[in-house]
Nanobody, 120 residues
Framework: VQLVESGGGLVQAGGSLRISCAAS????????MGWYRQAPGKQRELVAT???????NYADSVKGRFTISRDNAKRMVFLQMNSLKPEDTAVYYC???????????????WGQGTQVTVST
């Protein structure tokens, strides 16, 4: 299973950016998908998650500014980031809980990360 992120980059404070993640490989089912981020010198933290039923969860720091969505048919998850702040600067990692074969446990997979930099 591979998760490949795209769409990161440099944006000015107050701007918007949309990042995407596509899952590929031997996949029977994907439960939770989400985004985490890690800033220099800090631990990786949750940004947002979404279940295959569409239930979402957000970190308090991004509520009202970020929106997570997914396309189950395409096995993709998206993060629309609005009103970006310099403190949002980090490497953003895609996450997915994947069941590769029916009736086996879900396993966690991570993407390689995409850099988001918000300038003042």
């Amino acid at each position: 299973v591979q998760l490949v992120e795209s769409g990161g980059g440099l944006v000015q404070a107050g701007g918007s950016l949309r990042i995407s993640c596509a899952a590929s490989g031997i996949i029977f089912s994907i439960n939770v998908m989400g985004w985490y981020r890690q800033a220099p010198g800090k631990q990786r933290e949750l940004v947002a998650t979404i279940t295959n039923g569409g239930n979402t969860n957000y970190a308090d720091s991004v509520k009202g500014r970020f929106t997570i969505s997914r396309d189950n048919a395409k096995r993709m998850v998206f993060l629309q980031m609005n009103s970006l702040k310099p403190e949002d600067t980090a490497v953003y990692y895609c996450y997915a809980a994947v069941q590769e074969v029916v009736r086996t446990p879900y396993r966690a997979y991570w993407g390689q990360g995409t850099q988001v930099t918000v300038s003042t």
